[in-house]
Every structure is written in C-alpha cells, then in structure tokens.
C-alpha cells in the first residue's frame, strides 16, 4: 500500500525492504529522506512513534537511525531505517514532530549520531560531561566498571565475603 | 467511717498513681534508657527529611497573612460576648437595672466593634 | 539465651539477651521498595505470609521511625546518593536486608546505569537473593537478621556504621569542592576504591 505508492512518488528512494509478519521496512538513503518524510506526512503517517538507532560497527555506515510512523487514518505503520556513518550528522524532525526532540536527544546520547537542526542536542539519560555512547557495540556492557568479583574484599566482615 | 473528705478519696488515689507513673517514665528514660539505647548523633542523621534528595526550599515555615489571626480574634471576643448573654439571658428578671448593667456591658463592646468596623478589620480584601 | 532455671520457678538472663529479645522481635520495617521485589514485600505483610507475626506490624516509609531498612528492588547509580541519605537518617540501632538479586549483585542488569550490589554504598546485614524471592524467602531472610541480632551485644562497636557516615562526609565534600552530583561523586569513589582493591566506598 504506502510502498507501492512511494515507489510510484519517489521512484529510486527505497533501496532495501522487508515485510514479517505484518510489519513494513523499508530502508532509504539519507538524502531522500526529507521528501519521504513529507510524502509519508501527506499519506497520513503524522504519529512519530519512536526513533532509536542501531550500532553495526563492522558496515561502513556504522549506524542504522530507525524511525517508526503509524497511520491513525488507516493503522498501518511503518519502519523507515536510514543508514548514516560515524561522525556524519542526520536531518532533524523537530521542525514537523514535537516528539522528535527528546528521541533524538536519546539517540544523540546514546549512540552520538548528531542531527542537524535540532533546537537544544543535549545528552538526555546520562549526564552532561559523560564520557562515551553506551548503546555502542564498543562500549563496555557496566560503563566501565572497574570493580570484579575476585580479589575485592569487602572491609567489613573482617573481610569475609559471608 | 464517713470521712468528710470521702467522694475526693479516689481522685487523690488516682492523682498519686498518675504521678508516681509520670515519675517512673521520667527516671527510665532519663537514667536507665541512655545506658541500653545506642548514642550516636550525627549532622546527617538530623538534616530535614525530604525523601532521600536534597531540600529544596529553605524551610517548611513561611509567612502568611495576618488577617486569619484577626478573624480569629474578632470571633472569640464576640464569641465570649454572647457566652456571658447566655446565662444572664436565663436568670433575667425584668428590672431596669438588670437590662442597664446588660446593656453597658454590650454598649463597651459595641465601641470596639465600632473601631474594628472603622479600621477595616472586617474586609478580608484590603 | 543465657537463662538459668532455679527449679523453673526463677529465670535470669543478661542484659544484653534481654534488649536484643527485644529489638529482634520488634523490627519495624522501612520498605525502600523501587521495583517488583515491593510487590513481593506487599505479598508478605498481607494476611496470608504476615510478617507481622514477627513483630514487624508497623511498616514505617519514614527512615526516622523504623529500624529495618528492606532494599526491595534495582538501585541504580542514579539512585545510590537518595539510599545513602535514607539510610544515614534512620537512627540506631538499624540494620539492612538487601531482598532480591538487583539490590544483592545488581541482578541481572550489568550495565553502566545499574548500582552492582548495593554493599558498594551502604552496609548491608543479610541478603535474600530471588527475582523475586518468594514471601517465605523474604520472612526466612528476617528470620536470619533476627538470629544475627540475638548473637549481637550492647557494647558491639558498629565500625561499619561510622566507616559509612565517613563516606558521607568524603561524598559531600567531593560534591563540594568539584560540583559533581551525587552519582557522579559516588562513581570517583566507587573507582577509588576499586583502585585500592576494596569492594565498597565506605
């Protein structure tokens, strides 16, 4: 349905899709991403339901910023995946979606994917001076935790683990 | 034995027991207590509780209006004004000099209520 | 107990047996419930596994009218510095039953938002590992604190109780002198102290 009508709008924008189950991806490239968001805007998908990203370290295009849209009108919905490298900044929803703000705070934070245009890019979840981007593949599953279970005594209980 | 004193005996009783309970309470938490309970105050112990975060504001105490103090302070005198009415009211007799002395008493009264009234004391938005 | 029995008509005991029977028997609870173990707590002051049996029938949420802090649920790094003023208000004697894997280990969230265990910032007398421990695991648990208390004696020096208010004091003049947050000043320590080898902060 909304596929079919991107392909026949914006001929060449979808460069990958795959449906399971009821679910509808599609993937597009960064520079036809605002037209998409305009058309899919027009069809109907005015609900922002959620952006996150995720992390493929060993692709090129390190990043994959997903973003989900549902269709009040009609109840569909749709997954729109947008591949951006490390360090390359992605286009802001804030202008049309209130909700874009804090996701893409979020993802800032949590990835370090900037988005340009975007009114205050703040770190969200952690704070403001905190090293690294903790839903990187890279970043050390406890933050950095330099505690371990052998060979730390705990002082009371004459030392005694018990 | 008919005492004269014999309806108040139990209430002496009663006083001497409450008394002596008072003291024990006093003696076991002044003196004994201290020795078994443990002693350890210290400056975090007694800051303000407010769940655990640090506090916000600069005290529970703050100023408010004194037009509640005047309210209850114009009641009670009225109050008290018509609480002597009440008996006299009952016992009243019909003589002149019982409705005068009445009257003078309500008349000192009525002066100051003419003041209050004069000084706005009765509105409540100045 | 120490009691001796003149022909059972005498009973003598010490001080110390005397107002530990005490204490052990009324545990008033502080509930620090912050995730599902607190329903699993609620499960176990209802009618049908009672704590209140054991004397702790008055579940105080205020740290100034309790002695038992129960730990019911995931602490996180942001919530360490509010656990450590809970606990630095209650007044002794007090004692800490750590319920639940979260609040014993940091559960099964090993991440960096996560409080590992929170023995790294407050002492911590029994722990009851579940997810969530069932109501008899949690009662056992009291039951446990209760013969820890038996076995404790009014001159007992406390030294983790001092050693925490310590580390209160370090925590906030940390805070002071470099404008760090609470969790941001317990994390320096908790490197600190990992770099000293030692499991905690206090």
């Keep these: 349905m909304i596929i079919e009508h ?5 001929p060449g924008t979808v460069t990958d899709r795959h449906a399971f189950r009821g679910d509808q991806t599609i993937v597009v490239a960064k520079d036809s991403f605002l037209p998409l968001v305009d058309l899919l805007y027009r069809e109907g998908f005015q609900l922002l339901v959620d952006i996150t990203a995720v992390d493929w370290p060993e692709r090129e295009q390190r990043f994959d910023v997903v973003y989900h849209w549902l269709n009040l009108a009609s109840q569909e919905r749709l997954r729109v995946k947008v591949p951006v490298a490390d360090g390359e900044a992605m286009l802001s929803l804030t202008g049309r979606f209130k909700t874009a703000d804090w996701f893409e705070r979020e993802v800032f934070d949590m990835f370090g994917v900037r988005f340009e245009g975007h009114p205050n890019l703040k770190r969200l979840l952690t704070w403001d001076d905190f090293p690294g981007h903790p839903l990187r593949k890279d970043f050390p599953l406890d933050g950095g935790d330099a505690f371990c279970m052998e060979g730390c005594t705990a002082p009371y209980n004459n030392g005694e683990r018990g | ?30 003196k004994v207590l201290p020795l078994l309970k443990p002693n350890n105050p210290k400056a975090a112990k007694l800051r303000v509780y407010e769940c655990g975060v640090p506090i916000q504001q600069d005290g529970a105490r703050h100023k408010y209006t004194v037009r509640f103090y005047l309210t209850a302070m114009l009641f009670i005198l ?17 003589a002149l000099w019982t409705f005068g002395a009445m009257l003078s008493f309500m008349a000192t009264l009525l002066v100051g209520f003419i003041y209050a009234w004069g000084k706005g004391a009765f509105e409540w938005e100045r | 107990m120490s009691e001796m029995n003149f022909n059972d008509a005498v009973m003598t005991t010490r001080l110390d047996a005397v107002v530990n029977w005490g204490r052990k028997n009324s545990l ?15 499960s176990m002051m209802a009618s049908k596994y009672d704590l209140s049996r054991f004397g702790a029938e008055a579940m105080r949420f ?4 309790s002695d038992m802090m129960l730990v019911l649920g995931t602490i996180t790094n942001k919530m360490a510095p509010v656990l450590r003023t809970i606990y630095a208000q209650m007044a002794e004697p007090k004692w800490v039953i750590s319920v639940g894997v979260c609040a014993s280990s940091g559960g099964m ?14 002492p911590v007398d029994v722990y009851v590992p579940g997810c969530p421990p069932r109501p008899e695991s949690m009662i056992y648990g009291v039951m446990k604190l209760q013969e820890k208390i038996e076995k404790e004696s009014l001159s007992m020096r406390k030294d983790h109780i001092e050693r925490f208010y310590e580390s209160l004091d370090r925590q906030e003049a940390l805070q002071a002198a470099k404008g760090l947050t609470g969790q941001q000043a317990i994390r320096e320590m908790m ?9 905690t902060i206090f």
């Design chain 3, 62 to 65: 205020s740290p100034r009218q």
């Design chain 3, 28 to 42: 008033w609870p502080m509930p620090f419930g912050v995730a599902c173990c607190a329903i699993e707590f609620m």
């Design chain 2, 1 to 30: 034995m008919a005492h004269p004193a014999s309806p108040f005996l139990s209430v002496l009783i009663l006083l001497l027991i409450a008394g002596v309970t008072a003291l024990i309470i006093l003696v076991l938490s002044g």
């Design chain 1, 6 to 10: 991107i392909d026949t709008q914006l």
């Design chain 2, 78 to 94: 009225f109050d008290v004004e018509a609480a002597f009415l009440f008996p006299w009211a009952v016992n009243f007799k019909h």
């Design chain 3, 191 to 199: 490197f600190d102290a990992a770099d000293r080898g030692v499991g």
């Design chain 3, 109 to 122: 969230y090993r991440t960096y938002s996560t409080l590992q265990g929170i023995d790294r910032v407050i």
